[in-house]
């Protein structure tokens, strides 16, 4: 009898352009068992969030991945609109896909986390790449939740460089710094993975291409909605291409890319009112020779990587990953 060896996973976003190319990934990743996603408001809303997954679930022909809708308020404020400047008034660039024939579970995105960690104890991993709202009311709804949960990993958070919505923060932490300081503070392992390394990692026009020309009908749709995010980019880049956020934590949360400065530290999330609000604060003093983790730390925060992702992520989202090495 063969034993099932894939990790179960629950996927926490926003769904918005970059985290579609982390959706594709996770897809095509061998490694994992997507078990549940839910969906939060921030590039979009929630709801908005939860209509682009489902149709890309079926542009993938996995209509077997539940979908369930959480948050479209933050903990302590209203959701403002998201970044439609960035993603595209529906989130993924303007382009439109066929229409899902499911609708979202019943159960809430918080819910529903809870529940997977009962079906898997021990055993779930999560993976967040949106504001941590839905993670959480999932914690103040359960406080065992992390006791059942095996890691996180979430992007989000600026290090040692600038945030992307005000000088220090960076969005998935500026949208709802409450939630994020409740996810840290949690008493299980978590992998933050900030702007110091997304940035670092870009997707150009050739990688796009590959998409493009890939016979993969999701691939294809992500290729489409890049246009949109390319001409965001522009500005920061001086050329068409786009950081990679979250495909990166998503890479990291299955394998594919190793984090190899990764130190285990004390974080804290600013919440004050104050032009610090959102920073991560990351005490990396005693870093300069190398990483070093500090005694009681759960929260680490990748730095570096062992290999530049856009390669292996346009390699597997295209069914072509065997070709490179």
């Not at 897809?27 to 549940?36: C, F, K, N, R």
């Not at 986390?113 to 009962?118: A, V």
Request: a negative charge; glycine letters at 10%; aromatic letters at 4%.
């Amino acid at each position: 009898m063969t034993q099932n060896t894939t990790r179960p996973v629950y996927f926490d976003c926003d769904t918005g352009i970059d985290d579609s190319l982390a959706l594709a990934y996770l897809l095509a990743s061998p490694e994992i068992d997507l078990v549940g996603i839910g969906t939060v408001s921030g590039n979009t809303s929630s709801a908005q969030a939860a209509v682009n997954t489902l149709g890309l679930l079926a542009l993938a022909g996995r209509d077997d991945v539940p979908v369930a809708v959480g948050a479209h308020d933050f903990l302590t404020h209203p959701f403002d609109g998201g970044a439609p400047h960035v993603h595209g008034d529906n989130g993924i660039g303007e382009i439109t896909l066929p229409p899902a024939t499911r609708t979202p579970e019943a159960e809430d995105a918080a819910h529903m986390l809870i529940r997977l960690s009962h079906e898997h104890p021990g055993a779930l991993e999560v993976i967040a790449v949106g504001p941590l709202t839905n993670i959480a009311t999932a914690l103040a709804l359960d406080p065992t939740l992390p006791s059942r949960v095996k890691q996180v990993t979430a992007m989000g958070g600026a290090a040692l460089v600038p945030g992307n919505i005000t000088p220090v923060a960076e969005a998935n932490i500026g949208n709802d710094p409450e939630a994020a300081a409740a996810t840290v503070s949690a008493d299980w392992p978590v992998t933050l993975v900030p702007l110091d390394v997304t940035m670092e990692n870009v997707f150009d026009e050739d990688d796009r291409a590959a998409l493009l020309a890939s016979e993969l009908p999701l691939a294809r749709a992500v290729g489409e909605m890049l246009g949109f995010y390319f001409d965001f980019y522009v500005g920061t880049y001086g050329e068409r291409c786009s950081a990679l956020h979250d495909p990166l934590a998503a890479a990291i949360a299955v394998g594919g890319v190793t984090a190899t400065n990764a130190p285990a530290v004390s974080v804290v999330v600013d919440t004050s009112q104050g032009p610090a609000r959102g920073q991560v604060i990351c005490d990396l003093r005693g870093q300069r020779r190398g990483p070093v983790d500090q005694p009681g730390a759960t929260v680490r925060v990748v730095l570096g990587t062992d290999a530049p992702l856009a390669p292996h992520l346009a390699a597997r989202i295209t069914g072509a990953e065997v070709l490179v090495s």
